[in-house]
């Protein structure tokens, strides 16, 4: 190690404009088979609104819900007000929680594949208890294994999908993920506008087809390469450059993996990453990693995504209507995704969660509005009116699709330096593993980094490299 007993310290001196490559077919084959994921998230996302509104299901799990929803209840705010139905929906977040704790470390240690395997079998037993469900019991523990599925998946894809990437294209193949999301919401919601016909089980049909998605990234899972940054972190320096050299379809990868040789140094210095991620120099990145998910479920899209079908039932939609709609609302968010695809290198990511934020604003207070005055206890709305809160839901979903939907799971898995990538799970055309270099030259997150100590030196390398020390 050079320095005179400096330790590693990560990457010093920006190389992006050295990067060579293209986007690979392998490569691109590669994000596909990841990006299942997110459709499996997606489906089990889309696929509860549209079950909780099945009149068997109902009948089976949760009857108290069953009477107040067919047998007369006046009260339309209170028709689903139930803690056992909370819980079934609940629970996939809070076993996604604490699956995702346990996530980490394994996406370190053992890989990212590793990781997206363990979600594809959680996410295999969590359809198959929920297809078979006989009671309560039964149905909330596929609903927690869903949710392991989650934590583990959620939190190794995307970073899959960052360091797979080519840096000048990295958030459009990052959003292969959250365009999976829309697409699994969307065929959730087909489906249930199916099987809603198919009485009694059609609910089972609805939650146990989830095993197909899950299969295939189970499988999918063994057949991945690895990511170089997750080869080379582990000390295969060889096979990680083979790999990248694979992907990249060209030999001359030096400065990409110069990079990645350097965080990698770093990382492995590090022994505890959740301790490491709270010091001052990645604040800036915990912050953002923090807030960017946490406004984005603030947006209030889950209401949409989880009740569309229950909520469109509440405003006075029959049973095929709330579904019809629902779909609707799917298919816009699918196709809104595309937007933010096809931008998101171009203008960047302030821009699109910006303009997607002021939309999303104004389509809330617009039905805010319509249902405070239109709508109440004994009132429903009329065809008009439902008709235009239709159009303003679709409008303020199509704008969390092209914005604040696939940028909330974007940006906080390349703002991290490689030591606390897999712990914390700006940046158009920045490689992420040159990230920490970017947050010293922004307006205000410079203040708050701490100042750096170079000492330049040749590594018998016949590159110039340079030691920073964190003062």
Not at 91 to 114: E, H, I, N, Q, W
Not at 207 to 236: D, K, Q
Not at 295 to 317: H, R
Not at 347 to 359: A, E, M, P, S, T
Request: some cysteine.
């Amino acid at each position: 190690m050079a320095g005179g007993g400096i330790g590693p310290v990560g990457v010093a001196k920006e190389r992006a404009q050295q990067y060579k490559g293209s986007v690979t077919p392998f490569v691109v084959m590669a994000c596909v088979t990841a990006a299942i994921g997110g459709s499996i998230f997606g489906y089990d996302i889309g696929i509860s609104g549209g079950v909780t509104s099945m009149d068997p299901f109902l009948e089976k799990f949760f009857p108290v819900v069953y009477r107040k929803k067919n047998l007369g209840s006046k009260n339309n705010y209170c028709k689903y007000d139930n803690q056992g139905l909370s819980a079934f929906t609940s629970s996939l977040y809070l076993a996604g929680l604490v699956a995702s704790l346990f996530a980490s470390p394994v996406t370190r240690k053992y890989g990212r594949r590793a990781s997206i395997i363990c979600g594809g079998i959680s996410f295999l037993v969590g359809a198959t208890l929920n297809a078979a469900a006989q009671n309560l019991t039964m149905l909330l523990l596929g609903r927690i294994m869903l949710g392991v599925g989650i934590g583990f998946g959620n939190q190794a894809v995307p970073l899959y999908l960052s360091e797979m990437a080519p840096a000048h294209l990295r958030g459009a193949l990052n959003m292969m993920f959250q365009l999976a999301t829309t697409l699994g919401i969307f065929t959730a919601n087909m489906i249930n506008y199916g099987t809603g016909k198919i009485n009694p089980w059609g609910w089972r049909l609805s939650l146990g087809l989830a095993a197909v998605p899950a299969f295939l990234m189970t499988v999918g899972g063994f057949f991945l390469p690895e990511t170089p940054n997750s080869l080379i972190e582990r000390g295969l320096e060889e096979k990680g450059r083979r790999v990248l050299e694979k992907i990249r379809g060209t030999h001359d990868v030096d400065a990409e993996f110069q990079d990645m040789v350097e965080a990698s140094e770093l990382a492995n210095s590090i022994k505890h990453p959740f301790r490491n991620i709270m010091e001052r120099r990645n604040r800036p990145q915990l912050v953002m990693a923090v807030f960017m998910p946490t406004f984005q479920i603030l947006t209030g899209i889950n209401s949409i995504l989880f009740y569309a079908p229950v909520l469109f039932q509440s405003m006075g939609f029959g049973n095929n209507a709330s579904l019809y709609s629902s779909v609707m609302t799917g298919a816009v968010l699918a196709s809104s995704t595309l937007v933010s695809i096809a931008t998101v290198d171009r203008w960047g990511r302030k821009v699109l969660l910006i303009g997607g934020g002021i939309q999303m604003i104004i389509c809330q207070v617009i039905v805010a509005v319509i249902l405070g005055v239109k709508f109440g206890n004994d009132k429903q709305l009329s065809k008009e009116f439902s008709i235009i809160v239709v159009v303003i839901i679709c409008l303020f979903v199509a704008a969390f699709g092209w914005s604040w939907g696939p940028l909330g799971w974007t940006v906080p898995s390349e703002i991290f330096p490689l030591e606390t990538r897999s712990a914390g799970q700006k940046t158009k055309g920045v490689p992420i593993e040159e990230m920490i270099l970017l947050w010293r030259k922004h307006w205000f997150w410079k203040k708050v980094m701490p100042p750096l100590q170079v000492e330049s030196e040749s590594r018998g390398t016949g590159v110039g490299m340079a030691d920073v020390r964190e003062l």
